[in-house]
């Protein structure tokens, strides 16, 4: 379920996602390139061991990530599931 998750994109090129009771679930460092987010999972309950990449396709307002490849399977299910939108 995720509902009630926050999602922040920051200025460092990090993205941290915690639950509806504020707890960390996932920060993750995030490189570009070519049209490829990957991410680098740093710290939280739900680390996974693996970089995962995601072709990024959208605009400045919503975006899809595509998987390209990822060793985590839950990961690659939450990210591939969610149609993301920029609020702000």
Request: aromatic fraction near 6%; proline fraction near 1%; charged fraction near 20%.
């Amino acid at each position: 379920d995720l509902t009630g998750l926050a999602i922040t994109f920051a200025d460092d090129n990090t993205m941290v996602v915690t639950a509806p009771d504020g707890s960390l679930i996932v920060k993750s460092k995030l490189t570009f390139e070519n049209g490829v987010m990957t991410l680098n999972d740093q710290d939280g309950t739900n680390v996974c061991q693996t970089a995962g990449k995601y072709q990024v396709m959208g605009d400045t307002k919503t975006f899809k990530l595509t998987l390209v490849e990822d060793g985590c399977s839950e990961r690659s299910a939450i990210i591939t599931a969610v149609k993301w939108v920029r609020q702000g």
